[in-house]
């Protein structure tokens, strides 16, 4: 049973940084991409960042590029989002997620979508005051 437990919210003022953390636990996450996900009431759950654990490859959405890292620690099975420089606009729940991936041959799949991931956390509240 896959279980990933997010913490690490919290309110913040504008400027200032978190740093959430995604427990990943029920199985080996070698072969899988984890993505963090933010959603706000009455808007669909959009793209933050991602990290394939095997070789550590990230992409970030443009809006968070150069402020937010997104990062692993094999050995403890745990996932982390620093979020620097924090805008009002980052208010969210923030999601970890995670996807077995696919290989074409020798290369492996990145999702297209949120709907892809197989494995959701519960959210932790990010609240940025200006």
């Known amino acids: 049973q896959v279980q990933l437990v997010e913490s690490g919210g919290g309110l913040v003022q504008a400027g200032g940084s978190l740093r959430l953390s995604c427990a990943a636990s029920?199985?080996?996450?070698?072969?899988?991409?984890m993505g963090w996900f933010r959603q706000t009431p009455g808007k669909e759950r959009e793209f933050v960042a991602r990290?394939?654990?095997?070789?550590?490859?990230?992409n970030y959405a443009d809006s968070v590029k150069g402020r937010f890292t997104i990062s692993r620690d094999n050995a403890k099975n745990m996932v982390y989002l620093q979020m620097n420089s924090l805008k009002p606009e980052d208010t969210a729940v923030y999601y970890c997620?995670?996807?077995?991936?696919?290989?074409?041959?020798?290369?492996?799949?990145?999702?297209?979508?949120?709907?892809?991931?197989?494995?959701w956390g519960q959210g932790t509240q990010v609240t940025v005051s200006s």
């Open positions: 990290i394939v654990w095997n070789g550590g490859t990230t």
């Open positions: 029920g199985r080996t996450f070698s072969g899988y991409v």
């Open positions: 997620a995670a996807k077995r991936l696919d290989y074409s041959g020798s290369y492996y799949i990145l999702p297209r979508s949120r709907d892809e991931y197989d494995f």
